[in-house]
Structure formats: C-alpha cells, structure tokens
C-alpha cells in the first residue's frame, strides 16, 4: 500500500536527525511518509522521489507547489531503471519498497545505490508474512518477496560500511551508512 506502518518511524527519525543528510532520494514514496515525517526537523533539504506510480504524484500531491512540503524533484519510473547519479545522495530511503520485487532485484538496487555513492541508506519492510497483491489498480503493490530479518542484515553486510537495525512485531528498519 502507499502507506506504511507506524512501526519503526521514530527509531528512523532519531536516525536522520543523527546524519542530517542534505539530499535525499525516497525510492517509492507511496504517500511521501517519510517526507512528511523528516523535512520539519531538517531544513533545506533536496528531495527526490522516483515513484512508478504516476497517479499518485497527483493522488498524495507529492508535487505541491503551493506548500513545497513534499519533494524538490520526481521521476517517475521504476527504480532499476533510474540513472546512477538520482542515488549519489546523502541519504537513500528504501521505505518499504523493497518487498515489492524479486529478492535480487532488491539486492541489485542496493548494491546500485551503494556503488553511485549514497552515504547512508534507509530500509524498512515487512519481516513477518504479508501477503498483498495489487493495491487501487496499482500492480506495482503487490508483495513479490517476503523478507527475513536475519537475510535483510547479511545482504547490508555484504555493502560494508556499518549497520543498525531495529526489528518490530511486523516492520524491520536498518540505517547502513559508508562511515565507519
């Protein structure tokens, strides 16, 4: 669904307030949660959002000109396909998108992210079962692979750099950062 469980925000607030990266792309913003919840403590911010689901740039008015409360800059495409230089960022949300894929294109998209150069990367996702198909007409919602906590955190390892994780009751979050 565009939305996300409340679950782990706050441990990724803390997170974000720890890094206060200066550019940042939210990869499936859905309703922009993440927005939402880390411009007011961050100001002067560049957003980026690459969503793959157009109608709901108008649908969440992602794009509002009258607030300018969401995203600086939108592509509007699939992720895989993005060009290199939308993931050289301070920050690379991942917010509960990942589920939405094949496990190694998920993986590959990580690893894309980390070789353009990101700082950090944010990952939430299910770590219990949750099984969902398309969402609104949107096919793009559809749980494609269910995650586990522990392979979340061998793939993370396998960037180097350092992990924290936070695992909840339905949601598991993890902040990989480059800096040791």
Request: charged share 30%; aromatic share 10%; proline share 4%.
């Amino acid at each position: 669904m565009p939305t996300s469980d409340a679950e782990g925000k706050d441990w990724s607030l803390e997170r974000f307030k720890r890094h206060q990266p200066n550019t940042v792309t939210d990869v499936g913003p859905g309703e922009g949660t993440y927005a939402k919840l880390f411009r007011p403590v961050h100001e002067g911010v560049w957003w980026t959002a690459i969503e793959i689901h157009r109608p709901y740039i108008k649908k969440f008015r992602l794009n509002s000109t009258k607030t300018r409360t969401m995203y600086d800059e939108i592509h509007v495409e699939d992720a895989r396909e993005s060009a290199e230089h939308l993931f050289f960022r301070d920050l690379v949300i991942f917010g509960d998108v990942l589920e939405h894929m094949e496990r190694d294109d998920a993986v590959a998209l990580l690893q894309k992210a980390e070789a353009a150069g990101c700082w950090n990367i944010l990952v939430s996702l299910p770590i219990v079962e949750s099984i969902q198909g398309e969402v609104d007409g949107n096919p793009h919602e559809e749980h494609v692979h269910q995650w586990d906590a522990d392979d979340m955190d061998a793939v993370l390892a396998g960037l180097g750099g350092r992990t924290e994780s936070m695992r909840g009751g339905t949601l598991g979050c993890w902040w990989w950062s480059r800096r040791p």
